[in-house]
């Protein structure tokens, strides 16, 4: 049977992460039977339907849910995927206290830290994560996935660093906040105007574009944007078009001025410059990697 919990994490130290990947489950394979194995488990279903059972829980993740499992207890599939499921996965570290309490009623209160000498005593915090939750806004929760797993497979020296980063920033939107158990809540016209970019993504696209067609101007369309995204309007579109070119350039053998082309870059330079600023490897060397395993993991271990 299925419970609805949370998690509470007493902080500091935060919680911090280990590892994160992708992975496509084929219909009819269940995910893998695992002793505890000492880290929480977090995963995400972008598509597809992925049983899952711990303890006495059992839960069926489809589509745009997310779900945490302990750190000390076994868990496995009981059964296949009924069809071919892509997720994503990351191990996180809880070196703090934390409990896993069956209502927000039983959260408990928090040690006041701040005393007479406000330097020496640390401010204690809680953060609730929902153990289980269906996430309103996939577009920016599947962003961040994508770009955690990328990370995998650059040389950046500061890669753990900016998957901690963006480990947090994945807490901090599932987490439940003061009258609402998420921020993922939509927000009209910065949905719309990403629809917008998303469906014209191939095309030019312009702050006049936008002001043209929502009728708000462009510093107002940024904030509002900004607010709801994290990002502008313009480097939503960026991602959008990196993200799309990724695509290409794992399942096809297209040329790379070709895969520019079709993502809405003006060229194959603008192309691999802006490719290179997010993922933080040129179209052909991500390419090159994909397509040899091992060089995948030894980046990500390295």
């Known amino acids: 049977m299925k419970k609805l919990s949370y998690f509470v994490f007493t902080c500091p130290p935060v919680p911090h992460f280990i590892a994160g990947w992708e992975d496509l489950m084929p219909a009819g394979k269940a995910h893998v039977t695992r002793e505890p194995i000492g880290v929480f488990d977090l995963l995400y279903v972008e598509d597809g339907v992925m049983p899952i059972r711990e303890g006495d829980n059992e839960w069926e993740l489809s589509g745009g849910e997310l779900l945490i499992l302990r750190p000390d207890r076994a868990h496995g599939g009981p059964a296949g995927c009924r069809r071919s499921t892509f997720y994503y996965w990351v191990h996180f570290h809880a070196p703090g206290l934390w409990m896993e309490v069956d209502s927000l009623v039983n959260v408990p209160p ?7 000498d406000q330097l020496n005593n640390q401010s204690t915090y809680q953060v609730v994560i929902p153990r289980s ?9 599947g962003w961040l996935f994508r770009e955690l797993v990328a990370l995998n497979y650059t040389l950046d020296n500061q890669r753990k660093f900016k998957q901690q980063y963006l480990f ?7 987490a439940v906040t003061e009258g609402a158990e998420t921020n993922f ?11 917008y970019l998303q469906e014209r993504y191939r095309q030019p696209i312009t702050y006049r574009d936008l ?12 904030k509002v944007f900004k607010h709801a ?12 078009r990196i993200d799309a070119a990724r695509q290409l350039l794992e399942d096809s053998q297209e040329e790379i001025r ?16 802006g490719f290179a600023a997010i993922v933080g ?10 397509k040899n395993p091992r060089m995948v993991r030894r980046f990500a271990e390295g």
């Open 110 to 116: 928090v040690r006041q830290a701040y005393k007479d």
């Open 133 to 141: 939750i269906k996430v309103r806004d996939t577009v920016s929760m």
């Open 168 to 174: 947090q920033k994945l807490l901090l939107s599932i």
């Open 185 to 195: 809540i939509p927000n009209t016209l910065a949905h719309r105007i990403a629809a």
């Open 211 to 222: 002001e043209a067609e929502f009728h708000f101007h462009q510093n107002y369309i940024s």
């Open 229 to 240: 995204f994290g990002c502008t309007p313009h480097v939503y579109l960026m991602k959008w």
């Open 258 to 273: 070709m895969i520019a082309e079709r993502c809405g870059f003006i060229d194959s330079s603008n192309f691999t410059k």
């Open 281 to 290: 490897i040129t179209p052909r060397e991500y390419r090159k990697m994909k």
